[in-house]
């Protein structure tokens, strides 16, 4: 259980900013979602946050303290699952267990493993099959028995479910959420992009969209323990019903705009190009 503060957070992987100065605190325990568009730096904002790239000194806090490379206070589960393929689901657990309990023995790294497996819905039989013998969604529980069995208290979470079918989906999203709400008083950080906004109001405690990038927050809510959506409500509510229509039209305003500045950017670089030419052909 950590908080993750934001003061003015700026980050880019060269000259070009790709963030341009983020505020926000997320509370401990808090389930936050960022939405927003394809290339606005939701993979990279989870990457600073990880420790994975460097954020300038004082902007990026997490538990009080100034992220300064990866801890093991914080987990990332990816899209692509991220398990070594050369071991078998059950010791790509193992081996996440024993960085952070060294005095572990094998059997006791092996107890907690199958456990977690378990805890995942997932058959004791598959623990020592090999990544590419596994489904998808198989894959995904394993990836995220991993994160939760190392018990982070923040949990990064990039896109898990986007390759998933939607029964799948659906299982993991109420599995992740089972866990996060069984933490009760000790609930993890979870921070978690996702492109679809339906899964955002299903998760999220707070929801996040970022603009374009350079991007910035463009909007943010927050729901109450009263008002979060569950899946009974997420389809009837009314107050649901228009916060997804209005994250939805946040969503598509953006995307017309960067087309459009597209568009307009691509018109203005063919008339130079003209003018160009014509000067040119003057000058012969
Ligand atoms: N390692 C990198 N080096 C250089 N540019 C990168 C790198 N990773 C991402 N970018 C660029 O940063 C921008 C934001 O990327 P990313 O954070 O992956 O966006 P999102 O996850 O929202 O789709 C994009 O323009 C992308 O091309
Ligand atoms: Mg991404």
């Given amino acids: 259980m950590l908080e993750v503060s934001m003061d ?4 880019g992987y060269g000259e070009e900013l790709v963030l341009s100065g983020l505020n926000y605190n997320a509370k401990a325990g808090d389930f ?20 994975l790239e460097k954020s300038n000194p004082g902007q990026l806090m997490v538990g009080g303290k100034p992220v300064d490379g990866p801890s093991l206070d914080r987990t990332m589960v990816f899209q692509d699952y991220g398990l070594f393929p050369w071991m078998t689901a059950g010791d ?40 590419m013998n596994l489904s998808g969604g198989q894959k995904q529980r394993f990836a995220t028995a991993r994160a939760f069995a190392i018990d982070a208290p923040l949990l990064l979470m990039d896109e898990p479910f986007g390759a998933l079918d939607a029964v799948t989906k ?10 996060w709400q069984n933490g009760k008083e000790k ?7 996702t492109h679809s906004v339906d899964e955002a109001l299903l998760l999220a405690t707070d929801i996040l969209v970022l603009g374009q990038a350079p991007s910035k927050i463009i909007y943010t809510h927050s729901f109450t323990e009263a008002t979060k959506p569950t899946r009974e409500t997420l389809f009837t509510d009314p107050a649901v019903l228009d916060l997804r229509n209005r994250l939805t039209q946040i969503i598509y305003d953006e995307i017309n705009e960067k087309a459009l500045r597209l568009k307009q950017q691509k018109a203005a670089d063919k008339s130079a190009e003209k003018t160009t030419i014509f000067n040119r052909k003057k000058a012969i």
Avoid: M
Avoid at 170 to 176: G, I, R
Avoid at 188 to 193: A, L, R
């Fill in 8 to 11: 003015n957070l700026q980050f």
């Fill in 32 to 51: 936050v979602c960022l939405l927003g568009q394809s290339g606005c730096g939701k993979s990279t904002l989870l990457r600073l946050i990880a420790g």
């Fill in 170 to 179: 659906a299982l993991l999203q109420d599995t992740v959420l089972e866990l």
């Fill in 187 to 193: 609930r993890k950080t979870i921070f978690f992009v």
């Fill in 92 to 131: 790509n657990i193992c081996i996440a267990l024993k960085q952070k309990y060294k005095t572990w023995d094998k059997p006791k790294l092996k107890e907690v493993a199958l456990e977690w497996t378990r805890n995942l819905g997932l058959d004791e039989e598959l623990f020592d099959k090999y990544p």
